[in-house]
């Protein structure tokens, strides 16, 4: 098939070229994101290949419905950028990469904890100046801490094992709670107590209408004075403004983000030689208690390696039959079952 392949830098190539045994497919690769000016690049191809922050809404499907693009296959698990109702309409199949290594995450997620925790960052340019003191640095036992869970899917599962082996005691919230995480010992709970319980919580659900702005001032006033949280799912999920503000009323005692709400003109490129003109961006980064990756979560060679062959599994067997082996659509999320 002729695959338009958007938001790609050398490594995606790299892991796409290796997964496309013999050039199965012919893969056209292009730096920029999938918007509305840039979806005429995809005129001569099939499908379209997008990551997490290219622009594929109602307008942007429809040119390519319109060019002859039958299929959008996502490189991420997450799909709240697509219109899927666009997408039913205009009969354009959406498949994407539903678990790619859960473990990347994850263990990401312990990072943030673990480097804000014992105040890694800031030990890692004192020592390099020949500050050894010790001033600031206070962290706490993780055995016997209070971590709260939003979502135990793959990823929030694997958080759960991890945080267990901590010898911490794992509250979980979770419309469907996941059998693995129960047999654990993790304790379901509704939003409101996790919140109110938690030394830390992190957050591994999906951005919907319910989780936007899950973390907002109101939610705020009801947690552990001096909590710290943690998000790696969508950076919608948390209200930016109503966290700057608990970071600095002391709420929040410790942030870590590896997403941002206004990632898309922020993250996968090397802005070091301009300014940030994201003022909400810049305000967190004055922040001693604030570690801020940019999506990397994600970023392990396994999880590069599954996503590049799920991905181009997803292509051929569109191809084959005119189904692609991971397809979402409105129907398949209003298929799950009731929450229990
Ligand atoms: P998943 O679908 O396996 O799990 C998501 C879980 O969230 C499900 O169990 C679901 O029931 C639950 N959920 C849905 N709505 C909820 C709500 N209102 N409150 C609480 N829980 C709710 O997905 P996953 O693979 O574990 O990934 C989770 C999220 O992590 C993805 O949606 C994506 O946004 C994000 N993600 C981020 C990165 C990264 O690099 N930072 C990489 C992969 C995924």
């Known amino acids: ?184 010992g993790v304790r379901y709970v509704d939003r409101a107590e996790l919140f109110a319980a938690s030394d830390i919580v992190t957050l591994h659900c999906p951005l919907t209408p319910d989780t936007r702005h899950m973390v907002d001032a109101r939610c705020l006033r009801h947690v552990k004075r001096g909590m710290m949280l943690i998000n790696t799912s969508r950076g919608a999920v948390i209200d930016t403004h109503a966290v700057i503000r608990g970071l600095k009323d002391g709420t929040i005692g410790s942030l870590g983000l590896d997403v941002y709400e206004e990632e898309a003109d922020l993250f996968f490129e090397d802005l070091s030689d301009r300014f940030i003109a994201d003022d909400a961006f810049a305000r967190l980064l004055t922040f001693p208690n604030v570690v801020i990756t940019g999506h990397q979560a994600f970023f392990t060679a396994e999880a590069m390696l599954n996503i590049a062959e799920t991905t181009i599994a997803n292509i051929s067997a569109f191809e084959e039959t005119g189904r692609a082996l991971h397809e979402i659509s409105v129907e398949k999320i209003a298929d799950r079952p009731s929450p229990t």
């Open 1 to 184: 098939m002729k695959v338009a392949v958007f938001s790609t830098k050398s490594y995606d190539r790299r892991f796409l070229d290796l997964a496309n045994v013999q050039g199965r497919h012919r893969l056209n690769y292009f730096d920029v994101r999938l918007s509305g000016e840039t979806a005429a690049l995809a005129h001569d191809a099939e499908a379209v290949c997008a990551f997490v922050n290219d622009e594929i809404d109602r307008a942007v499907l429809k040119e390519l419905a319109g060019r002859g693009v039958r299929l959008v296959a996502l490189r991420s698990a997450g799909f709240n950028h697509v219109d899927l109702h666009a997408a039913r309409e205009l009969g354009v199949t959406v498949a994407r990469v539903p678990a790619y290594s859960p473990h990347a995450v994850a263990e990401h997620t312990l990072a943030l904890i673990l480097t804000l925790n014992r105040n890694i960052h800031r030990a890692y340019n004192r020592v390099r100046e020949g500050n050894f003191a010790l001033d600031g640095l206070l962290g706490f036992d993780l055995n016997g801490k209070t971590v709260g869970i939003v979502g135990t899917g793959q990823i929030g599962a694997v958080a759960a094992r991890i945080l267990t082996g901590f010898g911490c005691v794992v509250l979980a919230h979770d419309p469907y709670p996941n059998p693995v995480c129960e047999a654990l």
